[in-house]
């Protein structure tokens, strides 16, 4: 039972599977920002277009 208590193989796995998980909230939390940005930034550069030809 000690054996299996000193055992920290497994804890590696944990770990980067939690780092991986935080590494992939993060960016859905930046390409959603970044999108919103984006798509802001063509509708007005559009708009203004769209009132300088006419």
């Known amino acids: 039972m000690f054996k ?3 055992d920290e193989e497994g ?3 944990v770990e980067y599977a939690l780092l ?3 590494v ?3 960016g859905i939390l930046a ?3 970044l999108g919103n940005t ?3 930034t ?3 550069s ?3 277009i769209a009132n300088a030809a006419s």
């Open 24 to 26: 992939v909230v993060a």
């Open 46 to 48: 559009s708009g203004t």
């Open 11 to 13: 804890l590696t796995t």
């Open 4 to 6: 299996l208590w000193k």
């Open 20 to 22: 991986l998980a935080l």
């Open 38 to 40: 984006v798509q802001n």
């Open 42 to 44: 063509v509708t007005d």
């Open 31 to 33: 390409w959603q920002g």
